[in-house]
């Protein structure tokens, strides 16, 4: 199982970016997929999580800012980001809990991290 990101960039404050992030590889079903971020010196922290059923949570700094989403069919996350500011400055990492067969366990995983830039 394989989870690819894209989308990251550089963008003034109170721009926009959307981030996408494809799983592929043996997949029975893709439950929970997320959005976590790293900034420099700090430690990994959740952004937004979504259910296979379309259930949300945000992190209290992004709501009203970020929006997640997915596409079941397509075995994508996205992540709707608007009004960003310079501390949103991060590098964003997409999850995945991935069941690559009937009644498994499911197994997590990790995209390789896109870098997200706001400038002042």
């Known amino acids: 199982v394989q989870l690819q990101a894209s989308g990251g960039g550089l963008v003034q404050a109170g721009g926009s970016l959307r981030l996408s992030c494809a799983v592929s590889?043996?997949?029975?079903?893709?439950?929970?997929m997320g959005w976590y971020r790293q900034a420099p010196g700090k430690q990994r922290e959740l952004v937004a999580v979504?259910?296979?059923?379309?259930?949300?949570d945000y992190a209290d700094f992004v709501k009203d800012r970020f929006t997640i989403t997915r596409s079941n069919a397509k075995n994508t996350v996205y992540l709707q980001m608007n009004s960003l500011k310079p501390e949103d400055t991060a590098v964003y990492y997409c999850?995945?809990?991935?069941?690559?067969?009937?009644?498994?366990?499911?197994?997590?995983?990790w995209g390789q991290g896109t870098l997200v830039t706001v400038s002042s």
């Open positions: 590889g043996t997949i029975h079903r893709v439950n929970a």
């Open positions: 999850h995945a809990e991935v069941m690559d067969r009937p009644l498994a366990v499911a197994s997590s995983y």
């Open positions: 979504i259910t296979n059923g379309g259930r949300t």
